[in-house]
């Protein structure tokens, strides 16, 4: 089974860059149809999609996020990054990272890490 492991500074300043890896055991990051997620979940809020990085290396972004995100990868590593620019304390959240496979219709989630952003 496909495990995902987030990891990254707990606390950020505002106006920094938040930086989050995930690491993915038992499964590549390059298997055909998967994507790989970063969701956030602030507290007291629902779940919020930040983008994905799809098998093929492209990217989506949520609109709302967009001019503040990117999502990258490294296959040598079987990891992908989120970077968010420009922090606020209304970035503090717990971040997941998912692995979703659309065949099998199969999500796998990482444990989650809280970030918070504060002076």
């Known amino acids: 089974q496909v495990q995902l492991q987030e990891s990254g500074p707990g606390l950020v300043k505002p106006s920094q860059t938040l930086s989050l890896t995930c690491t993915v055991s038992?499964?590549?990051?390059?298997?055909?149809?998967?994507?790989w997620s970063w969701i956030r979940q602030p507290p007291g809020k629902g779940l919020e999609c930040i983008g994905y990085?799809?098998?093929?290396?492209?990217?989506y972004y949520s609109p709302s996020l967009k001019s503040r995100t990117s999502i990258s990868r490294d296959t040598s590593k079987n990891q992908f990054t989120l970077q968010l620019s420009s922090v606020t304390p209304e970035d503090t959240a717990v971040y997941y990272c998912v692995g979703l496979d659309p065949i099998y219709d199969v999500d796998y989630w990482g444990q989650g890490t809280q970030v918070t952003v504060s002076s």
């Open positions: 990085i799809a098998f093929t290396g492209r990217t």
């Open positions: 038992d499964g590549s990051i390059t298997t055909n149809y998967y994507y």
